[in-house]
C-alpha cells in the first residue's frame, strides 16, 4: 500500500475529442488519485491508420487497502448511430496490494496500461504531492494613468500658438464665403421669384374669359418677351398685337373677342416655343 501505479487508456474513435475528459474511476473509495495528463497517440496496431483519432491518458493512482484488482474505468459519450448516450467500461487489472502504507515507501511504480504491466521505477506519492498546481493567467485592460492631471498641467497661451490660429483664420474664412454664398442666393432667389411671378400672373391672365384680340395678342407679346421666346412660330403673334394695337384700319377688329380656337392655337404656340439662349 502506498506505492503509486500509473495508468494509461486510449480512447479511439473519431468526433470531437477536444472536450473529452479522463475516464472515471467506478469504484474509488479506497483509491488517491492524481490528475491526470493527456497526450496523442497513435493505433498501436496500425500506427498509419487515419481512420480516427487516438488520444490517450496517464493517471497516477495510490491504493490506500490491500486490493486484489485495479477497478474498470467508464467513459460515456453520445453516439449518433445509435442515437443515444452509450457507455463503455473497460476490464479490471489484477493486482496484489499487501501490507500498510510505508512512511518511507520506496520508489516503485507499477505500471497498468495493460493487464500484466511490468514494474518500473517512477514518482513517490510525496513527491506527486509537491507537484505545483498551475493557476490561470488572469490578463486585463491595464491603463496608464498621468502623473497629473491633463486639466491642471500648465499650457501655453493659445493666441501664441500658430497652429490656433491657422486653423482659426481657415475657419473664419469659411464662415465668411459662407455668408456670402447665402446672401447670393437669396438674392438670385428672390429675383428669379419675381420674374417667374409675373410670368405666371401673365399666363393666367391669357386664360381669362372674354378677351378681345387687342388684349389678347398684347399679353402674348409681353408674356413671349419675358419668356425670351424665339422662332418664327412667334412672329405671327407679334405681327397681330403691331395690328390690332396700332394698325387704325384694325380696331373695329381689335375690339372683337378672340374665338376658343384661335386662343387655344397661341397658347399652344407660346407653350412650345423655344426660349433664346444667352
Not at 505545483?132 to 499650457?155: E, F, G, H, N, Y
Not at 387704325?248 to 386662343?263: D, I, L, N, Q, W
Request: proline letters at 9%; hydrophobic letters at 40%.
Amino acid at each position: 500500500m502506498g506505492d503509486p501505479i500509473s495508468v494509461d487508456i486510449t480512447i479511439t474513435g473519431t468526433g470531437n475529442f477536444d472536450a473529452l475528459m479522463m475516464p472515471n474511476m467506478v469504484e474509488q473509495n479506497d483509491w488517491k488519485l492524481y490528475p491526470p495528463k493527456r497526450y496523442n497517440t497513435e493505433s498501436p496496431n496500425e500506427p498509419s491508420d487515419t481512420s480516427g483519432q487516438h488520444i490517450g491518458f496517464s493517471q497516477v493512482i495510490v491504493p490506500k487497502a490491500p486490493l486484489t484488482n485495479i477497478p474498470p474505468f467508464e467513459f460515456s459519450f453520445f453516439s449518433p448511430i445509435k442515437k443515444q448516450y452509450v457507455t463503455l467500461r473497460t476490464k479490471p487489472v489484477a493486482i496484489q496490494v499487501k501490507g500498510v502504507a510505508p512512511s518511507n515507501p520506496a520508489a516503485a511504480t507499477a505500471s497498468a496500461g495493460s493487464p500484466g504491466g511490468v514494474p518500473s521505477v517512477g514518482k513517490l506519492p510525496d513527491e506527486l504531492e509537491k507537484i505545483p498546481t498551475v493557476k490561470p493567467l488572469v490578463t486585463d485592460i491595464l491603463t496608464v494613468m498621468p502623473s497629473q492631471a491633463s486639466l491642471l498641467a500648465a499650457r501655453p497661451a493659445l493666441w501664441r500658438s500658430q497652429r490656433f490660429l491657422v486653423a482659426n483664420a481657415a475657419a473664419f474664412g469659411l464662415l465668411a464665403l459662407l455668408i456670402i454664398g447665402k446672401i447670393l442666393t437669396q438674392y438670385l432667389r428672390e429675383r428669379c421669384n419675381l420674374t417667374d411671378a409675373a410670368t405666371r400672373k401673365l399666363w393666367r391672365d391669357l386664360h381669362a374669359q372674354g378677351l378681345s384680340r387687342e388684349q389678347f395678342y398684347t399679353l402674348a407679346a409681353r408674356y413671349a418677351e419675358a419668356r425670351q421666346l424665339t422662332g418664327e412660330q412667334i412672329h405671327p403673334i407679334l405681327e397681330h398685337h403691331e395690328k390690332y394695337s396700332f394698325s387704325p384700319g384694325a380696331a373695329e377688329a381689335g375690339r372683337e373677342p378672340v374665338t376658343p380656337v384661335e386662343k387655344s392655337t397661341v397658347l399652344a404656340t407660346l407653350r412650345s416655343a423655344p426660349v433664346l439662349q444667352a
